[in-house]
């Protein structure tokens, strides 16, 4: 089981970044799948989740109103579209598969996890 993502860049404030997560190995169309970040020296931090069919979706604060998670389960990928970014926003970003139908804002509820992709912006 693989979660690949990609998409992350150096970009400035105020550009927008896509970035994709694709699962190879098994289908994740009944799980809910989700983005966190970490920075450096920070802990890893929720950025957003959505539910199995796509029906459901979670922002943090931080991001909410510039992000738009979405997905395609027969692909089997999930993208994160990010608006407006911020210097803030730079981090590893990392694309999760959940143990539940229904997105979580809580890292223990995704068993599953791709490699990061490095989001920079610049000011």
């Known amino acids: 089981v693989q979660l690949q993502a990609s998409g992350g860049g150096l970009v400035q404030a105020g550009d927008s970044l896509r970035l994709s997560c694709a699962a190879s190995?098994?289908?994740?169309?009944?799980?809910?799948m989700g983005w966190f970040r970490q920075a450096p020296g920070k802990e890893r931090e929720f950025v957003a989740a959505i539910s199995w069919n796509g029906g459901r979706t979670l922002y943090s604060d931080s991001v909410k109103g510039r992000c738009t998670i979405s997905r395609d389960n027969a692909k089997n990928t999930m993208t994160l579209q990010m608006n407006s970014l911020k210097p803030e926003d730079t981090a590893d970003y990392y694309c999760?598969?959940?143990?539940?139908?229904?997105?979580?804002?809580?890292?223990?509820?995704?068993?599953?996890w791709g490699q990061g992709t490095l989001v920079t912006v610049s000011s």
């Open positions: 190995g098994r289908t994740f169309s009944n799980n809910a």
């Open positions: 999760a598969a959940g143990r539940f139908a229904v997105g979580s804002s809580a890292p223990y509820d995704y068993p599953y």
